[in-house]
T-cell receptor, first 115, second 112 residues
Framework: GAVVSQHPSRVICKSGTSVKIECRSL??????MFWYRQFPKQSLMLMAT?????????EQGVEKDKFLINHASLTLSTLTVTSAHPEDSSFYIC???????????FGPGTRLTVT | QKEVEQDPGPLSVPEGAIVSLNCTYS??????FMWYRQYSRKGPELLMY????GNKEDGRFTAQVDKSSKYISLFIRDSQPSDSATYLC????????????FGTGTQLKVEL
């Protein structure tokens, strides 16, 4: 099946620093990608929709200046957590809908720990 | 009221049991229904998707949709310890921009 990768899989950073997470669709082009965060034993919460060639669309309550999204190409979207704080520690997951088959593929996730 | 309700469990069953996982939803616009399996600290993996009322079978898994009752189910036959994971239902509709609305997930443990 189609593969979506994420990098890094785990990152630890100090409070106040910025962290970039990459999401790549490896064998199909994705004009849209989605970014989620997931707290322990909770479901996925959609943060934003990443659109190739245009601005990301953020869900209500998500700070766009804190969570910068760039859809650089048809296979790459990045999420940058700026000025990270301990409360930003979470599991971040991206997904990409396949362009021709009605399926959406998820990356393996990135665990962010802010100390 | 959440758009999609799912019992969070945890659900513990013996190996070989039939497992029934369920979601209810309130938005009648939902047309496509998916079940994802998520192992701890991993991304969700698509198990099955359906778009019409009725049953769809794939190996040990059967997805059932009842649009009139706004109720979907996933049945797992001959459950195995490797099935231990969190199961998330998700749904969307044409024109929804591919956005998925997820249930909270049900944590399943299949014990030897």
């Amino acid at each position: 099946g189609a593969v979506v990768s994420q990098h890094p899989s785990r990152v630890i950073c100090k409070s106040g620093t910025s962290v970039k997470i990459e999401c790549r669709s490896l064998d199909f082009q994705a004009t849209t990608m989605f970014w989620y965060r997931q707290f322990p034993k909770q479901s996925l919460m959609l943060m934003a929709t990443s659109n190739e060639g245009s601005k990301a669309t953020y869900e209500q309550g998500v700070e766009k200046d804190k969570f910068l999204i760039n859809h650089a190409s048809l296979t790459l979207s990045t999420l940058t957590v700026t000025s990270a704080h301990p409360e930003d520690s979470s599991f971040y997951i991206c997904s990409a809908p396949h362009p021709t088959v009605f399926e959406q593929y998820f990356g393996p996730g990135t665990r962010l720990t802010v100390t | 009221q959440k758009e999609v309700e799912q019992d969070p469990g945890p659900l513990s069953v013996p190996e070989g049991a039939i497992v029934s996982l369920n979601c209810t939803y309130s938005n009648s616009a939902f047309q496509y229904f998916m079940w994802y399996r998520q192992y701890s600290r991993k991304g969700p993996e698509l198990l099955m998707y359906t778009y019409s009322s009725g049953n769809k079978e794939d190996g040990r898994f059967t997805a059932q949709v009842d649009k009139s009752s706004k109720y979907i189910s996933l049945f797992i036959r001959d459950s195995q310890p490797s099935d231990s994971a969190t199961y998330l239902c998700a749904m969307t509709f044409t024109g929804g921009g591919n956005k998925l609305t997820f249930g909270t997930g049900t944590q399943l443990k299949v014990e030897l």
